[in-house]
């Protein structure tokens, strides 16, 4: 099936040259058909899209993109996602995902953002008042992190401080009954030119309490009965809800624990947060009142959550990188909630039962898969709903994969039915939200601003259509829908997958409409082979009113491409040289070769970025199918600045795009290849990786004020012209005003395409201070190559005072020959304070 991806993906390539004058003809290269490449890591396919910077990521000329740790899932498909940071800020709701199949193939790309980043990014508010503000959110405050500055990826752009508020909170949402017994962790987000509070989300999700109304069915099953308790065997448990089962121990010596020694982070027990031991692995007695009982429903509930996201989902854990939370029962409140770090579950109204049910467990932890998915947990009201409908939707694929026996908890879509937490059964079904007073059936302009639980009903709808149809055929309810069409369900096991891919590719920014979007993409993604599942996904959400998404997926035509195993179509790119070089007035030759690696051959266009402003490519012939080759000729007409550029060649196949790389050398075999005056901004970044901890004197371009502490000069005026980079270019008061404080600062180049040969790095620099210095206080660079960054320069602060003195540095950076590289400069006051300063000028990169 035809699957676009959502962003031209190009590739860089790299070769040797193949030159000849502009008017004379160019025969076509014909290279021997080389073997079949390798598979390509995925990230290192994913990073190389990145660096072409497509339009359709919005880049602003101050932006830079960061990947994070990657997920694999079903059908071998890998998530790999992104964030980004704009003048060294980062960007919430910048983040995207590049979606590939097992071997590097590009498949989609899934972004948020819709326009450039245009804002003036300098506060009007102190992070102080940004802090007084948040603390005011809640209604008990007891700690206040430092205020971060970042941009909001709203329009073009908002800028913003983040605070994080702990202490507890009566309010939560809409509802205002919320127990004086639960923390927060109410992040505010506070217009930092204004003081408006913008937004503010609670990392801690507590369980609904909203009753029924009178039409919903009453109780199901046996909840609220007693239960004679029934024996386990040594090894054993007995839950409450679940009846014998076998949970994960350990043992120390000759203590038992409840901690789990195969899932990783599991454990169970009471409010001090550890985990219950004894001298036997015989566990609780199927009261509805034992903690001990709560803790071994508990873990199997998380038990069977694991297993069901291995063995039905592809997710390696709750976290998806094997990593699990613990469970804490005892909670003296009728409700449960997940803090962000752990599940805590208390008791119901009538104080007969602890709130362990599998589907209420597998609920609080399906927040936690929420968290642990590109684009975390935090963000506005309507992605707060949007997670407690994840909860439930984990919830019931947990009730299903254990597929438990009556009188204990069998499969359903009812939430928290056995619990009865409040009286009148179920808090929410998912069959018919409306049984619950206040939760939609249906989509409509008013749902992204209610109550988060009312909230999650029209994605719970969605789901359930999904998985069994508007009217089930396997004793299930049936399920009325909004456009009074008749939908036939996949399955929960394929509907839990296409939820899953769709979590996946998930963003700071996430909305109902960009699920329906993230869903159809991910149905084509994992079911090559078929339109059924696809079809599906897009009638059940047009069956609950959610309305098409700019850029969806709307038509599928059956086969295509997925992850990498067998029967699905792939090909492969290469390119032959891999850097060339060509004169202004000259031209050089690629060839470009495809090769069908699995399933049927598909159509490749080509296409090429990154050439220097003049410069042309063509293809001949534009497009081939895989197994064949083309060549590229890239034109460089007179008057073409000398200089190396990364080329990025896609090859746009019918199922996925594959790219490469090449380094085109325009000019002579000498020259400059970079450089920097500072005279004008070549987009240095300030605190590329968000992770810089000084305070104040960080690295910034401009101007800078000459400052002395008596008669030993500090901060001096540029090496050559009026700017250079400096940390803090304002005198102030003092000359510690604003010299680098608490930590280290850094700051980083543009990425310099190398030409081959001998290259050699110049700067000016100095690093002055007095004699309260130590040894760790530095300046430094460190060259980035790939994964790979290499200290190269280095000077240490000192008892002895350093008065400032501009100096020479070289360093010969032909190793990095025929690659991208960017220069990281760095300086840091990192022991008792003392008065620092660094500067950088005409740093210059030459070819011999």
Known sequence: MKRSIKFTLLTAITGISLISPVTPAVGRAVPAQPPAPSPEDPRTSADRFIQSQPPPLFTAPTDEFHRQEDFVGAGGLHYIPYTRTHDGL??????????????????????????????????????????????????????????????????????????????????????????????????????AKTGEVIFKDDEVKTEDIVRPSSEAPGTAGTAGTTREPRRATPGDGTGYYNGPVAIGTSKSGTTYSMTDSTRSGVQCGGQNGSAYTKSTDTWGNGSGTSLETACVDGLYAVN???????????????????????????????????????????????????????DVVA????????????????????????????????????????????????????????????????????????????????????????????????????????????????GQPASPTCNNTTLTGIGIQKAG?????????????????????????????????????????????????????????????????????????????????????????????????????????QRVTFSASGLPSGATASFDPASVTSGGSSTMTITVPAGVSSGSHKVIVTGDGSGLDRTAALVLTVGAAGGIVFDDTFETSLNWTANPSGTDTATAGRWERGVPQPTSSGQTPLQLTAFAGRNDLVTGRLAGASAGDYDIDGGTTTVRSPEIT???????????????????????????????????????????????????????????????????????????????????????????????
Not at 138 to 150: E, G, K, M, Q, Y
């Open 497 to 601: 997958q296409i939820f899953m891919s769709a979590l996946n590719r998930k963003t700071d920014t996430w909305t109902h409409q960009l699920v329906r979007k993230a869903t159809l993409q991910a149905a084509l993604e994992l079911f090559p082979g078929s339109c059924a599942e696809f079809n599906a996904v897009k009638g059940a959400w047009d069956a609950v009113s959610v309305p098409a998404a700019s850029g969806e997926p709307t038509t599928c035509t059956g086969g295509g491409s997925s992850g990498g195993g067998g029967g699905v179509s792939d090909f492969s790119l290469t390119l032959n040289p891999q850097t060339v070089s060509a004169q202004p007035g000259q031209r050089s030759t690629v060839a470009v070769t495809t090769q069908t690696t699995s399933g049927s051959a």
């Open 304 to 358: 069977a959550e694991w297993d069901m996201l291995r063995s039905w989902l592809g997710r390696n854990g709750i976290n998806g990188t094997g990593g699990g939370y613990p469970v804490q029962v005892g909670l003296d409140d009728v409700n449960a909630y997940w803090t962000g770090e752990y599940a805590n579950f208390g008791h119901t109204q009538d104080g007969r039962r602890q709130v362990t049910p599998i």
């Open 363 to 474: 609920h609080e932890f399906g927040h936690a898969i929420f968290q642990n998915t590109p684009g975390g947990a935090i963000g506005d009201n309507e992605k707060g709903g949007l997670n407690e409908s994840t909860g439930d939707i984990y919830g019931a694929l947990t009730e299903f994969y254990a597929n438990g026996k009556a009188p204990y908890d069998t499969p359903d879509f009812s939430v928290g039915e056995k619990a009865d937490l409040v009286g009148g059964g179920p808090i929410r079904y998912m069959y018919k939200p409306s049984l619950i007073s206040g939760n939609p059936d249906c989509y409509s302009s008013s749902v992204p601003g209610l109550e988060v639980h009312a909230g999650a009903g029209v994605q719970n709808h969605w789901f359930y259509l999904l998985a069994e149809g508007s009217n089930p055929t396997d």
């Open 754 to 848: 190398l030409p081959p040969g001998k290259l050699t790095l110049t700067f000016s620099w100095y690093l002055a201070h007095l004699d309260n210095a130590t040894g760790d206080d530095f300046f430094q660079l460190r060259v980035l190559s790939g994964t790979s960054s290499t200290l190269v320069f280095r000077r240490l602060g000192s008892p002895v005072g350093r008065p400032g003195a501009w100096q020479a540095a070289t360093i010969d950076l032909s190793g990095y020959a025929g690659k991208p590289v960017r220069l990281l400069f760095e300086a840091a006051d990192n022991a008792t304070p003392s008065l620092i300063e660094a500067a950088v000028d005409n740093v210059r990169i030459t070819r011999s």
């Open 90 to 191: 980062p960007v919430f709701g910048g983040d995207f995902v590049v979606v590939s199949n097992n071997n590097g193939g590009l498949l989609s790309t899934f972004i948020a953002q819709r326009q450039p980043l245009t804002l003036d990014t300098t506060p009007e508010i102190t992070p102080a008042r940004a802090a007084a503000i948040s603390r005011r959110q809640i209604t008990d405050p007891h700690r206040v992190s430092a205020p971060r500055l970042l941009v909001l990826a709203r329009g073009s752009g908002r800028l913003a401080y983040e605070t994080v508020v702990t202490g507890r909170d009566r309010t939560q949402g809409f509802v205002s009954t919320r127990s004086s017994r639960i923390p927060s962790k109410m992040h505010v987000f506070v217009d």
